[in-house]
């Protein structure tokens, strides 16, 4: 940061003080001299007062109080003493005169109203608790981030000047300076002088502390103000008095500057930031004085970078660095990643990623804007020591008996000499330690997340984390519960689990400590078996029967149908079996396989084992084939045109599904006029040959799209006239009869007509692949001039008959318009359509009876223009 001049403008008058416009404000004292009793002393008293640049001074609603009370207190019985009106003594405005340019927007400006009070002098008798001087006021400004509800929380300001019977009668307090106009950006780094001097010589040391509340807003000027000692004010989470911006926000002890990262803006971006100032005389506290002050955060930017306090890689040596606090004034980057010897260890990246050749402590260095006017520098250590890894085992797993755990991190690097443990149980906050290899007890069984964070003389760090079961007792499982051996055998027991085992009796039993002795009793035995885990005992048992012989029966011969399967079976207390022959048998080593037998009987053997004790019978397993089926043909057919389907089969029993559009279903040969494709299937069946199951087979009838042929609609023509024929929904055309007809094998055959006739239906067959259907087309001849008619009567009652009054064209390629008006000369229907006509009706509404006049226009085949007019009758 560039430093910046301030100016204080000091104005003289006197106004009343009242709201909630307080930002700070400190006391202070200065020793004058002896007083007038002995031991006493005489004293100037200031109070300092920070407000809102506009804090209105003056007039009514005042908020700057032309005078205030000092209220004396004994500082060891907190009673009162007296109560001083104090004028003020200066005020004016804090000013910043230059904008930063190395921080975006501008920072000129009036940052606080400074209220000066100052008691001239005052002659305090010798006190052995010495005094205390308060003065309070409510309220703080809106908004402040770090304070809840601040509006409502007023302040205390107090100081206390000690015993004047001691060796420090003469003591003055120390005396901040008001210069408090550093620029302050969100989550940027920021410093903040916040020194103190002290006109006695004394060693100076700085703190956070609390700031107090006082006053109310029923009582914002109390007279006198409240005994003390004060109550601190209410932080906001994330804050306290010794952390009032947050953890990364530090003050140095000996200098009492403030630097950090400055917190991000929650509501006005205000914070209430309150350092005590301890006096230290030959190293023993003589006196403290207390500076509260409202730093403002802004939403600006700075050109100096923030890295990391400090970077440690205990995996790797490759990192990644990146300024914290990027801004927009940064225009370019210059990193020193700090390794000796060399020139290569540099990147202008934003975000460079570098790898160290050797294990070691550097400094990385980054420049931001280098030789430029904004030009800013900031360094972190950098610890680079890969291997390191954090691991422990554990011992113990009960209840209330000690579990042991035994770190077994690994270093390559210094040596492991941080342990913090967690051993998981949610129950206790005492289940942690710091020894290299604690025990703990559970008093609890459950899952327990076990934590170590190991750390090394190197300054790497690694967690190590891990789920454990704690249980009542340690966990044993047998691998039988009952089993069998034949006498004179000797068959071998097994257990699992973590400890001493212990097996009963001990007749007939070898290796009787471990998890799997052999046993041969002579009769069946219970063997009990117990597990020891550091004192924490489980129990178990296992039956062992003692036979002469197997017992086995196989099952029943049985029949089934040929490609199969059938699954085999046995009754046997045999612990071996196997069947044979084994290749067409899924596993022929378990009592119930399957088998696909090939062939038409197959006899299937099991021998059971127990031991030296062996039995075997026989199954067998014969087979039938599936009935013979064979549908028929796939086959296609034309829309709506049956077909005879043709079933072979051997089956006693048959049928075709679905039944719909078969002429009968359970005959091999029904006829079948399906409407679109379809696939039948004959299901046959032989219930008494032995395999009774069904077999099937489909046959597809394929169905040719519906042919829908059009010869067009019927029509009229005049003597001489040309008429061209259109069919459509077909392949090819056949028409019928020939007469007058340029063509009969073509969609559009041309006729001409003579008027021997006066009319002729004509017929047109349309295909389609093997497919056809017909059509009519009705052809009338006039044999008077191209005319239009038009009928002269209708009768629109809905009944289907005259309806509609509408013109017939003969010999007309076009109809211009056909118009109808009512009496009154209104247009009730126009239309240029052939074939379309009036249904009586205007807009919707029936008309009355009446008559009515038309008119039309067209034009002939000739290319002559047509047009007529008459009445037409409307009858209801």
């Not at 109390?222 to 306290?240: L, R, T």
């Not at 009754?571 to 196997?578: A, E, Q, V």
């Not at 009935?627 to 796939?634: I, K, N």
């Not at 249904?839 to 029936?846: M, Q, V, Y």
Request: aromatic share 10%; glycine share 8%.
């Amino acid at each position: 940061m560039r430093k910046a001049f301030f100016i204080l403008i000091l104005l003289c008058s006197s106004s009343m003080a009242f709201a909630d416009h307080l930002k700070g404000g400190f006391f202070t004292y200065q020793y004058l001299g002896p007083g007038a009793s002995a031991g006493g002393s005489r004293f100037s008293i200031t109070l300092t007062l920070y407000m809102d640049c506009n804090a209105r001074d003056g007039g009514q609603g005042s908020q700057v109080d032309p005078t205030l009370n000092f209220s004396f207190f004994d500082a060891t019985s907190y009673a009162l003493i007296k109560t001083i009106n104090v004028p003020v003594s200066n005020k004016g405005n804090l000013i910043r005169g230059t904008d930063d340019q190395c921080i975006s927007g501008n920072q000129a400006g009036c940052y606080y109203k400074v209220i000066t009070y100052v008691l001239g002098e005052i002659d305090l008798p010798a006190r052995a608790g010495g005094y205390t001087v308060s003065y309070q006021r409510c309220c703080r400004i809106s908004g402040v981030d770090n304070i809840i509800s601040s509006n409502t929380v007023g302040n205390t300001y107090s100081i206390t000047i000690p015993s004047t019977a001691a060796l420090v009668s003469t003591n003055s307090s120390a005396t901040f300076q008001v210069n408090d106009t550093a620029v302050v950006c969100a989550n940027t780094p920021f410093t903040i002088p916040f020194s103190a001097m002290d006109p006695d010589g004394d060693q100076l040391r700085y703190e956070f502390c609390s700031a107090n509340s006082g006053g109310s807003t029923s009582v914002p000027a109390p007279d006198p103000a409240a005994p003390p000692p004060y109550s601190d004010v209410n932080y906001s989470s994330g804050f306290s008095g010794s952390q009032p911006m947050g953890p990364d926000v530090t003050i140095d002890p000996v200098t009492g500057v403030i630097t950090g990262i400055a917190p991000s803006i929650r509501n006005s971006g205000e914070f209430v930031v309150t350092v005590c100032v301890t006096e230290l005389r030959n190293g023993v506290p003589v006196g403290k004085t207390r500076k509260e002050l409202h730093v403002k955060v802004g939403n600006c930017n700075s050109t100096k970078p923030t890295l990391e306090k400090e970077y440690v890689n205990c995996d790797n040596p490759t990192l990644t660095f990146e300024n914290k606090t990027p801004s927009s004034e940064i225009k370019t980057y210059d990193w020193d990643f700090g390794v000796d010897g060399i020139t290569t260890d540099v990147s202008n990246q934003t975000k460079p990623t570098y790898t160290y050749p050797t294990p070691g402590t550097y400094t990385v260095t980054v420049v931001t804007n280098k030789g430029q006017l904004c030009s800013e520098t900031t360094t972190a250590q950098v610890k680079v020591y890969p291997g390191f890894s954090a691991d422990f085992k554990v011992d113990g797993i009960c209840i209330q008996k000690p579990t042991q755990f035994t770190d077994q991190t690994v270093a390559q690097h210094g040596v492991v000499n941080k342990w913090s443990w967690d051993f998981g149980e949610t129950t206790s906050q005492t289940d942690i330690s710091t020894a290299p290899s604690p025990s703990y007890q559970y008093p609890l069984a459950g899952i327990k997340s076990v934590r170590l964070i190991a750390g090394s003389s190197v300054g790497c760090l690694d967690t190590a984390i891990k789920q454990i079961e704690i249980f009542e007792k340690p966990p044993l499982r047998v691998l039988t519960k009952d089993t069998l051996m034949c006498k004179g055998d000797t068959t071998q027991l097994g257990a699992f689990g973590n400890g001493n085992f212990t097996w009963t009796p001990l007749s007939n039993i070898q290796n009787a400590s471990t998890a799997t002795p052999s046993v041969w009793p002579i009769t069946t035995t219970t063997y009990q078996v117990e597990l020891n885990d550091n004192g924490c005992i489980n129990t178990d048992s296992i039956r062992v029967r003692v036979v002469n012989f197997v017992t086995l029966q196989a099952m029943n011969d049985t029949t089934i149908c040929l490609k199969d399967s059938v699954q085999l079976n046995a009754n046997t207390n045999g612990l071996r079996m196997l069947w044979t022959p084994s290749g067409e048998i899924d596993d022929p080593t378990i009592v119930n396989p399957k088998a696909k037998p090939t062939s038409s009987s197959t006899t299937y053997t099991i021998t059971a084992r127990i031991g030296r004790c062996v039995d075997t019978d026989d199954v067998i397993v014969k087979t039938v084939p599936y009935p013979l089926v064979d549908a028929g043909e796939d086959a296609t057919i034309c829309y709506d045109t049956p077909i005879q389907l043709s079933g072979t089969t051997n089956g006693a029993q048959y049928s075709w599904s679905p039944a719909n559009a078969l002429s009968n279903p359970t005959v091999l040969n029904p006829i079948a006029r399906p409407l679109s494709s379809i696939e039948y299937v004959l299901t046959a069946q032989n219930p008494t040959s032995g395999c009774p199951k069904p077999n099937y087979d489909t046959v597809l009838i394929n169905v040719l799209p519906q042919i829908i042929p059009s010869a067009g609609n019927d029509t009229a023509v005049v003597v001489g006239q040309s008429l061209q024929l259109l069919a459509s929904g077909g392949e090819s055309y056949v028409w019928s009869p020939a007469t007058n007809l340029s063509s009969t094998t073509i969609p559009n055959p041309v006729g001409v007509y003579d008027g021997s006739f006066e009319s002729i239906r004509y017929k047109v067959i349309a295909r389609v692949g093997p497919c056809e259907d017909s059509a009519y087309v009705r052809v009338r001849i006039f044999k008077t001039p191209p005319q239009i008619f038009v009928p002269t009567a209708f009768t629109p009652n809905n009944d289907g008959k005259n309806d509609v009054i509408r013109p017939v064209a003969v010999g007309m390629t076009q109809m211009e318009y056909f118009r109808i008006f009512n009496r009154w000369g209104q247009l009730v229907y126009s239309s240029s359509v052939p074939n379309e006509g009036w249904d009586g009706k205007l807009n919707g509404k029936e008309q009355g009876s009446g008559v009515y006049v038309w008119m039309v226009k067209g034009v002939d085949f000739a290319g002559k223009e047509f047009f007529a007019k008459g009445t037409v009758t409307l009858i209801r």
